[in-house]
């Protein structure tokens, strides 16, 4: 959430409620909405590392509000940021280690748990399916967002379905 937040104070001022109300709009239905607790949490550490400034400006009909700013740290922070790459190979998959683990506890069966994991894969599918339907049409950050969670999805479908053929060929070798 860090980053992001920064990112949307680098376009200028902004107070928590809306720099929420932005993350919203821009990522869609499909991205967990963030808890505004959550935001003004953040905006207290960016703020006491140095990479915003927050500002209390008075409200006659209202309490006072603080509107943040990046510093030239915060922008560093956000070149920087923009600058690396997302390499994160899927090496530490939970579902994986389920898999590889369940011979040895005798606890569950490999075929059981891939068909489980395709089940709940297809319902997320459908879901977000439901989503880019109901999703504003103009909002194309968001249909981007659910279209790559979607062929996240197809290729985890397409990877249990070879783990499952993988299994299958060593149990009719045995």
Known sequence: MRLPLLALLARGPAHGYELKQDLEQLL?????????????????RLEKSGLIEGEAIEQSSRPNKKVYHLTDAGREALRVWYEETAD???????????????PKTGLADRIALINRQRRQYLNTMR??????????????????????AMLHLQADLDWLERCQEELEELEELR
């Open 127 to 148: 879901q977000l399916s439901k989503l880019a339907a109901a999703e504003d049409r103009d909002n194309r950050v968001s249909h981007l967002l659910i279209e790559g």
């Open 88 to 102: 994160e190979p899927r090496v530490r998959d939970e579902f994986f280690m389920k898999l590889a683990l369940a």
């Open 28 to 44: 869609g239905s499909a991205y967990p909405q963030p808890n505004v607790g959550q935001i003004y949490v953040t905006l207290g």
